[in-house]
């Protein structure tokens, strides 16, 4: 049997692709991802043409349909919905069975909402997860999501892992 598919924030499996060139790239975490899974490494930033490195990002205005805005006041919620979207459509035409994305992400966020500013006081009006996530957690209701925090070790990652494996033989008893 093939291993599970699972869809990974491309700054967790070691690319160079965060806004501020830093690594966050934990050895342990990845071991423990390549031995169970297929990792499908994505950055919906760089995806979108932003370069490394970027100025940050935030989510402003509404919760419920927040725009990434960086600290130069460029928005770039077009742009990275675009690409985001295209690659939910390939996701959903592949037989994956969950991901890890990083926290703390206006795009990848998925396991702790972030903050959502408004652009007039500055000042937070909500909350909300990243971009990316939201549309994933859409797409794929009740698929495993977990972030890099989760997955640290213990009963957590092991929840995960079971979770994962578990829809992954569902998937391949219905083939
Ligand atoms: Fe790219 Fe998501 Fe990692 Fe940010 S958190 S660098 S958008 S993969």
């Known amino acids: ?7 990974v924030s491309a700054c967790l499996a070691g690319e160079n692709v965060r ?7 934990h050895p342990g975490l990845w071991e423990f991802v390549t031995e169970h899974f297929t990792p499908l490494p994505f950055c919906p930033e760089v995806e979108a043409g932003l370069p490394v490195p970027r100025q940050p990002m935030d989510l402003f205005d509404s919760p419920l349909s927040p725009r990434a805005i960086d600290r130069n006041g460029e928005d770039h919620t077009f742009a990275l919905t675009r690409v985001m979207r295209a690659q939910i459509r390939r996701l959903c035409g592949l037989p994956v069975c969950g991901a890890l994305l990083k926290s703390r992400s206006p795009s ?3 396991c702790r909402r972030i903050p959502v500013f408004d652009r007039e006081t500055g000042r937070a009006c909500g909350e909300s997860f990243g971009l990316f996530a ?3 957690l859409a797409a794929f209701e009740g698929l495993p ?3 890099e925090h989760v997955l640290a070790g213990g009963k957590a990652r092991e929840e995960f892992l079971h979770a994962v494996l578990a829809r992954h033989t569902f998937s391949e008893d219905r083939t």
């Open 19 to 25: 806004y501020d060139g830093r690594s966050v790239f």
């Open 134 to 136: 939201k549309m994933f």
């Open 145 to 147: 999501v977990a972030d």
């Open 1 to 7: 049997m093939d291993k599970p598919l699972l869809c």
């Open 108 to 110: 990848c966020a998925v």
